[in-house]
């Protein structure tokens, strides 16, 4: 079953869906996704529409082989998470959250984590009917905001404006997306080991950068083509 694009379909689903003409309530249905299993609930909100509640958990090695973004190669184990799917006629919402133990990540600081350590994720998408001013802002710990507004073409989603905010205040630029940061260490090589794992073009790396209307970096330290560099701003 899929419930929304961009999302992995449901398999061995299972529940009692009761409807009339203008309602929907399904209790305690059960599915699995992301190589775990769900439980998913529905009803129809006193304003019209669909909402979706769905908790489950999730494999990093499931979420790697739905995704294949190069990052998820550096996260291993198990999370739990629950979810919102607001279907309204004016377009969809989606709320995902998780406390992230149980994953742990080899990802260059700021985003190595062991797994015991609870960094709290909201994900947020907003996607009106028309197509236009998609929103996505997610959140993870004190760490890292994103907000980005954008819209659907057939190459996929296009980024039109926002901004990504690194133990920084976020801040959004009209056009492109503005990145700040504010670090205690940056190592760009290995952050480009991680983007580029192949050791070809920039590949990921080259396509976020053309997205940069800006950057606002404080770093103690930089690594960059094997060069130590202290106190950097740019």
């Known amino acids: 079953i899929s419930v929304l694009e961009g999302l992995p379909p449901l398999t ?3 529940g009692r869906v ?10 305690d249905a059960t599915a699995r996704a992301f190589g775990e299993p769900l439980r998913l609930t529905a009803s129809t909100p006193d304003g019209g529409g669909v909402r979706f ?19 998820l190669a550096h996260l291993s184990g198990r999370m739990a998470w629950g979810a919102n799917i607001d279907v309204q006629p004016r377009g969809v919402s989606v ?6 133990t149980g994953v742990s990540s080899s990802l260059p600081y700021p985003f190595n984590k062991q797994a015991a350590a609870a960094w709290p994720l909201e994900f947020v998408v907003e996607l009106p009917r028309s ?7 997610a959140r993870v710990h004190d760490i890292v905001r994103v907000d980005l507004e954008g819209r659907r073409d057939g190459n996929g989603w296009v980024t039109d404006r926002g901004g990504i905010g690194i133990r920084a205040p976020l801040q959004s630029a009209q056009r492109g997306v503005l990145l700040t940061a504010n ?3 940056l190592d760009l090589d290995a952050w480009r080991r991680v983007l580029d794992p192949g050791g070809g ?8 950068a053309g997205q940069l209307a800006g950057v606002d970096l404080r770093a103690r330290q930089v690594r960059v083509q094997g060069r130590a ?6």
């Open 183 to 185: 670090l205690a260490e």
């Open 12 to 14: 061995d689903a299972a």
């Open 95 to 100: 709320t995902v959250t998780s406390p992230l």
């Open 53 to 71: 509640s769905v908790e489950g958990g999730a494999a990093m090695r499931a979420v790697r082989e739905t995704y294949g973004w190069p990052i």
């Open 201 to 208: 073009d920039a590949g990921e790396a080259e396509g976020l």
């Open 131 to 137: 197509g236009r001013g998609e929103t996505l802002r």
């Open 229 to 234: 560099l202290s106190e950097v701003e740019f």
């Open 18 to 27: 009761r409807f009339t003409r203008d309602r929907l309530s399904i209790t």
